[in-house]
Nanobody, 113 residues
Framework: QVQLVESGGGLVQPGGSLRLSCQAS????????VAWFRQGPGKEREEVIC????????YYTNAVKGRFTISRDTAKNTMYLQMNSLQPEDTAVYYCTWRGIYWGQGTQVTVSS
């Protein structure tokens, strides 16, 4: 059983930044595919960014290109989502996932002036 606990969401003004954290227990985040998804109001859940288990590269949706980065700290068994230049359309509940099997509880990000 893998447990993922997210933190770091909140209210931010357009153009601002936030860093989300996802603390894992029960398995290592290293070597496996990890990703961040989001679900905006009235929208379906979408994958935002991931680290591939096949080649270790980062893949992301075009909407966040150049603004969001994903990373993981193996010593802390924690993954991060750094979000810069946030826009109102980034407002969503953000979820981390381990291999698409286990999911965090979600953390709300609201971008508004």
């Amino acid at each position: 059983q893998v447990q993922l606990v997210e933190s770091g969401g909140g209210l931010v003004q357009p153009g601002g930044s936030l860093r989300l954290s996802c603390q894992a227990s029960g398995s290592t985040l290293n070597y496996y595919q990890v990703a961040w998804f989001r679900q905006g109001p009235g929208k379906e859940r979408e994958e935002v960014i991931c680290i591939s288990h096949l080649d270790g590269n980062t893949y992301y949706t075009n909407a966040v290109k150049g603004r969001f980065t994903i990373s993981r700290d193996t010593a802390k068994n924690t993954m991060y989502l750094q979000m810069n230049s946030l826009q109102p359309e980034d407002t969503a509940v953000y979820y981390c996932t381990w291999r698409g099997i286990y999911w965090g509880q979600g953390t709300q990000v609201t971008v508004s002036s």
